[in-house]
């Protein structure tokens, strides 16, 4: 029998994934551009604000039956009223499912079916959140410490932004009254 060294390593207690394999994506917060809705505040912000980092083990490359895994760091913040999150996507193969799991801190899993339907799901450490296929999904961090979500998804998935861009998600995650809550974008249009 022939052991094998570790490709990478993978802290449980705070989720951070290191190793020759490990990839690191960044994105600011000029990567984010018409997503929040509080545009002036945006543009009062500095745009070179990291506003997530991604690392990622994906030494199979994006194979039919191969497995990618990542670990995001979302950062704390606001703009406006409403919290940092992800750009979000759908998968480029529609079909794909994805893993999610809270490591550290807190925040919330936004997801939207072909339907245009939302779901909002509560990430903490622990937590443990399947998306389907055909479910566009992203993520926001509603406390003030970095939100640390591991993810595992098939290496073909891919990544699809535009198909969502133009509509976006129905409903946002701002701060009311100190505390998070879910807003549907139809009641934006009445000015509320
Ligand atoms: O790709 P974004 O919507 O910016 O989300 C950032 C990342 O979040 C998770 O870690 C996913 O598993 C990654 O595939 C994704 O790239
Ligand atoms: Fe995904």
Same mark, same amino acid.
């Given at each position: 029998m022939m052991i094998l060294p570790s490709q990478a390593s993978f802290s449980p207690s705070n989720g951070r994934l290191s190793g020759e394999q490990v990839n690191r994506a960044v994105r600011r917060l000029k990567d984010l551009r018409g997503l929040f809705a509080d545009e002036? *505040?945006?543009? %009062?912000?500095?745009?070179e604000q990291i506003v997530y980092e991604v690392h990622a083990h994906d030494a199979c490359g994006p194979v039919e039956g191969g497995l990618f895994f990542g670990v995001s760091t979302l950062f704390p913040g606001k703009v406006g009223q409403e919290y940092f999150m992800t750009k979000g996507h759908i998968h480029e193969r529609r079909n794909r499912g994805e893993y999610y799991w809270g490591i550290e801190g807190r925040g919330a899993l936004v997801t939207m079916n072909e339907?245009?339907? *939302?779901?909002? %799901?509560?990430i903490e450490p622990g937590s443990l959140h399947y998306v389907p296929g055909n479910t566009a999904h992203r993520i926001a961090n509603t406390g003030n410490v970095p939100l640390v979500v591991g993810a595992c998804w098939p290496a073909d998935a891919g990544h699809d932004y535009d198909a969502i861009a133009e509509r976006g998600f129905p409903v946002r995650i701002v701060e009311e009254n100190g505390a998070p809550v879910v807003r549907n974008r139809e009641d934006e249009r009445d000015g509320r």
């Open positions: 002036a *505040a945006f543009l %009062a912000m500095d745009p339907r245009r339907e *939302a779901t909002v %799901a509560v």
